[in-house]
Nanobody
Framework: QVQLVESGGGSVQRGGSLRLSCAAS????????MGWFRQAPGKDREFVTAIRWNGWNGAPTSYADSVKGRFSISRDNTRKTVYLQMNSLKPEDTAVYYCASRVGEITDRTYGYDSWGQGTQVTVSS
């Protein structure tokens, strides 16, 4: 497992932008997938996006249909940090956003991840 700490949440109006950060520490991050999930009140936790940590072999990504074209995931290997850039935010993006990590390939299933951050609140008003 790795330790994950999210930051960057807040409140914005519709159409605004936010950038979330997830700082990782602990075991090596090689061959680990880093993902973002979110959970709105009364709803299940859902997949948002993930990036594979492949080192020199590139960084495959995956996005939920609901955020494609608006959200972008990236990582800084030196800082062991993953970022979620969120643009054109909508009220339905309001949720607690969680960073997660797993060994192996990208999956959108929550049970596939062995490390989770504490979450950061994102609120989008209309």
């Amino acid at each position: 497992q790795v330790q994950l700490v999210e930051s960057g949440g807040g409140s914005v109006q519709r159409g605004g932008s936010l950038r979330l950060s997830c700082a990782a520490s602990g075991r090596t991050l090689s061959s680990r997938t880093m993902g973002w999930f979110r959970q709105a009140p009364g709803k299940d936790r859902e997949f948002v996006t993930a990036i594979r940590w492949n080192g020199w072999n590139g960084a495959p990504t995956s996005y939920a249909d609901s955020v494609k074209g608006r959200f972008s995931i990236s990582r800084d290997n030196t800082r062991k940090t993953v970022y979620l850039q969120m643009n054109s935010l909508k009220p339905e993006d309001t949720a607690v956003y969680y960073c997660a990590s797993r060994v192996g390939e990208i999956t959108d299933r929550t049970y596939g991840y062995d490390s989770w951050g504490q979450g950061t609140q994102v609120t989008v008003s209309s």
